[in-house]
């Protein structure tokens, strides 16, 4: 029996196979807790990592957003070489750390209006990609879209047949959007359908990543319990994911999202980087373990140090 992850030491998840670790995210049974950074934006605390930023919140796991394998970037890290840049972080931090790859559409992520996502070889969605990630570190790999980038399920597809046989024993797939990224007929309550999971599933993912309720128009808990259910019947994971922008509500929101996640049958809530820029509200991540796990597991994970 694997340890449960809400309990384990930064050690005791650092020496995980990727079956041990996803049998200790069923394990926590809804109470695990993944925030999403960037490391490209000037970090909140200056000279502090945006990553350890959250991880010090209560994170148990943290997701790269915008890294490029290519020319990674995390501002505020002591100087390393480029190959080691996951594997510092998660020396700093103690934690499961994963990137996001895009399987987007090359030539809409070009013609993208906001510059802030413009698209770079290194955040594509391809086996290559996957390699490079995996081999700097990474323990996962999420396929999603920021803003724009015109990902599409097809496209999703596609990128997870490639990386299952690619990293697919050793590194964690997770597949899904939490917005349109671009996708005008698949956004709203058209994000995501039973026959996308389906298809995600037997393309490789280990993970199903669903919009939290409330945050895109449509999706209800009721709605995104029913996938979920799906998901779980069919051996998979699941992970909910606020990338609206909500991050940076009001805490009440953000408990509120948390509780309809927990009902819905999350097995990782997601909490996304568009606070004030690069993290969520650190009271927000905050709000958000203790709204889905109680003050005694935020507070330890808080509070246990990273070198056990």
Not at 36 to 49: A, K, R, S
Not at 99 to 120: F, G, H, V
Not at 127 to 145: Q, S
Not at 169 to 195: D, F, N, P, W, Y
Request: net charge negative; aromatic share 4%.
């Amino acid at each position: 029996m694997v340890k449960r992850l809400i309990s384990c030491a930064g050690s005791e998840m650092q020496s995980f196979s990727k079956e041990e670790f996803l049998e200790s995210i069923a394990g926590s049974e809804g109470r695990v807790l993944a925030a999403e950074t960037i490391g490209t934006l000037q970090p909140m605390l200056g000279d502090v990592t945006n990553a350890e930023f959250a991880a010090a919140m209560g994170a148990d796991l943290l997701i790269l957003n915008m890294f490029d394998v290519c020319h990674p970037v995390i501002r505020a890290l002591p100087e390393v070489p480029e190959e080691e840049t996951i594997r510092e972080l998660k020396r700093l931090t103690g934690r499961k750390i994963g990137i996001n790859l895009e399987p987007a559409d090359e030539k809409q992520a070009a013609s993208s209006a906001d510059t802030m996502w413009k698209m770079t070889g290194g955040r594509m969605a391809t086996a290559v990609n996957a390699e490079k990630a995996v081999a700097m570190g990474a323990d996962f790999i999420v396929l999603t879209g920021n803003p724009g980038m015109g990902v599409s399920n097809r496209n999703i597809i596609k990128s997870l047949e490639e990386m299952k046989e690619a990293v697919g024993s050793r590194a964690v797939l997770i597949a899904g959007k939490m917005h349109g990224s671009g996708i005008l007929t698949e956004s709203g309550e058209s994000i995501i359908t039973e026959q996308d999971v389906s298809a995600f599933i037997s393309a490789g993912a280990d993970i199903i990543l669903l919009p939290a309720p409330g945050t895109v128009p449509g999706t209800t808990m009721e709605y995104i319990r029913k996938l979920t259910v799906y998901a779980h019947e069919r051996g998979a994971l699941v992970m909910t994911a606020v990338g609206t922008s909500q991050e940076g509500a009001d805490t009440d929101t953000v408990k509120r999202i948390a509780l309809m996640c927990k009902m819905a049958g999350a097995d990782i809530h997601h909490i996304g980087d568009a606070g004030y820029g690069g993290i969520a509200l650190p009271e927000d991540i905050l709000a958000y373990s203790v709204a889905v796990r109680g003050v005694r597991h935020t507070y330890h994970r808080m509070a246990q140090s990273v070198i056990r």
